[in-house]
């Protein structure tokens, strides 16, 4: 007797796009494909404003001052 098996109801295929600009073709091509039932892209998470803060202390886009007048002197000239 021969086993037979059965394939998975439902697959996932992940595609890696380098410029984004070619999104939307990319999408339409791989929409024209027999068997493709639903196309998703992911949204990326929104970072909070405490997430954003320590980016930018960890990428150096903070500044020190000794005290709010020296900040003013500094800015103001």
Do not use: W
């Amino acid at each position: 007797m021969a086993n037979v098996a059965m394939a998975p109801a439902q697959g996932q295929i992940l595609v890696d796009i380098e410029d984004m600009s070619m999104l939307k073709d990319i999408k339409k091509a791989i929409s024209m494909v027999k068997g493709v039932g639903k196309i998703t892209i992911p949204r990326r998470k929104r970072m909070s404003s405490y997430e954003r803060s320590l980016r930018d202390l960890d990428e150096g886009r903070v500044t020190t001052h000794a005290s709010v007048d020296d900040y003013f002197k500094k800015r103001l000239g």
